[in-house]
């Protein structure tokens, strides 16, 4: 309206949170991204595998009973659950989770950039810590709901089916589902952000997230073998990866590298993705 009439007054309604504020941001995102029928469908049926290992569980349960009842007694269950049937779950649902942020995660950034939409979200009492958040809290929900929710439900069964003394005793598989889903989807979520805003076109920065992860396992094997050397896995975001989850679950299966230098090395990987976000994100951009 025109200045002149002085008819305008500043907005009186409520005011959103400033600690909520990033929550904008997912909420519609979600809202466009489930009206793709191919996304729903992936993301329904990456539930799938959960309910898999819930029979198998129920399975390992009754299967004995059913050797009573038909006079086998002393029979043993073919399906062992222990830390390893909890790891191979995870696997599972890592994969899943990668898959599904290889197609989500390249476009949370690149479209706004591409559309230099970025300056209206910082023009606002919005922050570029509060973006990113934002960006990644798309991701970092889905991907619980793919990952550690549905494993914590998975250990739950377990426990119920087992007793008090199972679940006093295995406490700590419980923490190796919520710590090793959480780390794998912060490493993913950062990499997607990170690739989203560097590479605008959506295909290459999918491509370059698949690449990241493929192409550096024949390469780290390149490494070994050239200069005969053990330590080339540690630019293998994957094997760091296996490597701190064989430790949380107590999986001893035998690593080319220690733990420890696998957390150091994934920790560089968050900070080198923080970076390239820090670098990219402006309110203006000075084009030569």
Same mark, same amino acid.
């Given at each position: 309206?025109?200045?002149?009439?002085?008819?305008?007054?500043?907005?009186?309604?409520?005011?959103?949170?400033?600690?909520?504020?990033?929550?904008?941001?997912?909420?519609?995102?979600?809202?466009?991204?489930?009206?793709? /029928?191919?996304?729903?469908?992936?993301?329904?049926?990456?539930?799938?595998?959960?309910?898999?290992?819930?029979?198998? !569980?129920?399975?390992?349960?009754?299967?004995?009973?059913?050797?009573?009842?038909?006079?086998?007694?002393?029979?043993?269950?073919?399906?062992?659950?222990?830390s390893t049937f909890f790891l191979v779950f995870l696997n599972?649902?890592?994969?899943?989770?990668? +898959?599904?942020?290889?197609? !989500?995660?390249?476009?949370?950034?690149?479209?706004?950039?591409?559309?230099?939409?970025?300056?209206?979200?910082? %023009?606002?009492?919005?922050?570029?810590?509060?973006? !990113?958040?934002?960006?990644?809290?798309?991701?970092?929900?889905?991907?619980?709901?793919?990952?550690?929710?549905?494993?914590?439900?998975? =250990?739950?069964?377990?426990?119920?089916?087992?007793?008090?003394?199972?679940?006093?005793?295995?406490?700590?598989?419980?923490?190796?589902?919520?710590?090793?889903?959480?780390?794998?989807?912060?490493?993913?979520?950062?990499?997607?952000?990170?690739?989203?805003?560097?590479?605008?076109?959506?295909?290459?920065?999918?491509?370059l997230l698949l690449a990241v992860f493929f192409v550096s396992?024949? =390469?780290?094997?390149?490494?070994?073998?050239?200069?005969? !050397?053990?330590?080339? /896995?540690? =630019?293998?975001?994957?094997?760091?990866?296996?490597? +701190?989850?064989?430790?949380?679950?107590?999986?001893?299966?035998?690593?080319?590298?220690?733990?420890?230098?696998?957390?150091?090395?994934?920790?560089?990987?968050?900070?080198? %993705?923080?970076?390239?976000?820090?670098? /990219?994100?402006?309110?203006?951009?000075?084009?030569?």
């Amino acid at each position: 309206m025109a200045v002149y009439k002085r008819s305008y007054h500043g907005y009186s309604g409520p005011m959103t949170a400033a600690w909520s504020r990033f929550t904008i941001i997912p909420r519609y995102v979600y809202r466009d991204l489930f009206h793709s /029928k191919i996304v729903t469908a992936f993301f329904v049926a990456a539930f799938l595998p959960p309910v898999v290992f819930i029979f198998l !569980v129920y399975l390992a349960h009754s299967l004995p009973h059913l050797a009573q009842l038909l006079g086998q007694r002393g029979a043993d269950s073919p399906i062992t659950i222990n830390s390893t049937f909890f790891l191979v779950f995870l696997n599972f649902q890592s994969v899943l989770a990668f +898959i599904f942020t290889a197609f !989500v995660g390249p476009g949370l950034v690149s479209r706004d950039l591409a559309n230099r939409a970025l300056p209206l979200y910082l %023009c606002r009492p919005f922050s570029r810590a509060e973006y !990113v958040l934002g960006k990644m809290s798309v991701l970092l929900i889905l991907l619980s709901l793919i990952t550690w929710i549905p494993g914590l439900i998975l =250990f739950g069964v377990q426990a119920t089916l087992e007793g008090g003394q199972w679940l006093i005793q295995n406490l700590w598989l419980a923490w190796a589902l919520f710590a090793g889903s959480w780390i794998w989807i912060l490493i993913l979520s950062l990499m997607a952000l990170a690739l989203s805003a560097w590479v605008k076109w959506r295909i290459a920065a999918g491509a370059l997230l698949l690449a990241v992860f493929f192409v550096s396992a024949g =390469f780290t094997d390149a490494i070994n073998k050239i200069l005969d !050397v053990r330590w080339g /896995k540690l =630019f293998n975001p994957m094997y760091l990866l296996l490597t +701190i989850w064989r430790e949380l679950f107590h999986v001893n299966e035998g690593s080319d590298i220690s733990a420890s230098s696998a957390w150091i090395m994934l920790a560089l990987i968050c900070t080198a %993705c923080l970076w390239l976000l820090y670098r /990219k994100l402006r309110a203006i951009e000075v084009v030569p």
